[in-house]
């Protein structure tokens, strides 16, 4: 586990061994930290991992949607993130997206 990460634990007054597992993705400890043990592990944060911790966030949060005893401030909250994590990947994917088009449009003008 990554130095930080266990320097957190140790302030805390947690062993790795207590972190809890749950089925629920926000509440499971265990599963939370290997998933920052392996950002941290992976060495420099670029556009495509930020797009895909973003799309996982979705995931999570789309999970929880199907919950119907959720109560109405959490579902208000969560579509706040939901919101906001689709819209950082519309604007990693957008520029991509639109060099495409250019090309496919330029490439059109080519042939004709």
Known sequence: MHNILLRLLEKRNIKK??????ENPLLNEKQKFAEWDRVLSEGEINADKIKEFCKNQIKIIE???????????????????????????????APQTEKENLEKYLTELLNK
Do not use: A
């Open 63 to 93: 999970l929880q949607w199907k919950n119907l005893d959720n109560d109405t401030q959490k579902n208000e909250r969560l579509i706040v993130f939901h919101t906001v994590y689709s819209v950082l990947v519309n604007l990693i994917e």
């Open 17 to 22: 061994e207590d972190l809890k597992y749950d």
